[in-house]
């Protein structure tokens, strides 16, 4: 159930944006959708059954594996439900973090991740285009934190849901007033934000790492 949940929100998501994008984007694109979108949302497709072979419960089996078996550090937790969950999110979203950093300063790793800074325009398709290899090794990264730290299944899921909505999200090209921009981007991963990591200066790319919350770079 909890796939269908994610896949229907995905879907909801991406057509909404899309819509956006039709009728107001940030910025007009050389390249058409026609050229770039069939490739993009195929390596997306093939991402998903990828994962779904060699993963078979991804990381949701992983958490429900490690409270079967009492693993980790939150399966001996005696404190706060609602803290648990809390600190359960952000240990997540610092190791994608630190991820993405990984991928970009090691050498073979960048040879994957470079895939997805190839796209030549940047839209709601850019979220999903990634190299096989790279989420795979994403996967097991995030799999690995999850059986460490033993965090639930409930944590497991609200964050997979958000990392797949907000990708989605700071990829797209679309269109926020700027005075609504300028507040956003103090507690969100804006499209702006994130398009200057997709800069095709080498500096500009070591900056906005994050998909949900722009404090990481600042700490």
Known sequence: ?????RFFA?????LALMVWEFFAPRKTQAISRIQR?????????ANILLLRLAF???ALGAAQWAVDRGWGFFNLWQGPVILEFILSLVILDLAIYAQHRLFHRVPWLWRLHRVHHADLELDVSSGVRFHPLESLLSMAIKMAV?????????????FELS??????FNHSNIYIPAPLERVLRWFLITPDLHRIHHSVQPDE???NFGFS???WDQI
């Open 163 to 168: 990392l797949n909505l907000l990708a989605m």
């Open 37 to 45: 979108w069939p490739a993009n949302f195929a390596m997306g497709f």
């Open 146 to 158: 999850v059986l460490g730290f033993g965090v639930g299944v409930a944590s497991v899921f609200w």
């Open 213 to 215: 919350v722009p404090w």
């Open 10 to 14: 995905f879907v909801l998501i991406t």
């Open 1 to 5: 159930m909890d796939i269908y949940v």
């Open 205 to 207: 790319q070591q900056h």
């Open 56 to 58: 078979a419960g991804a």
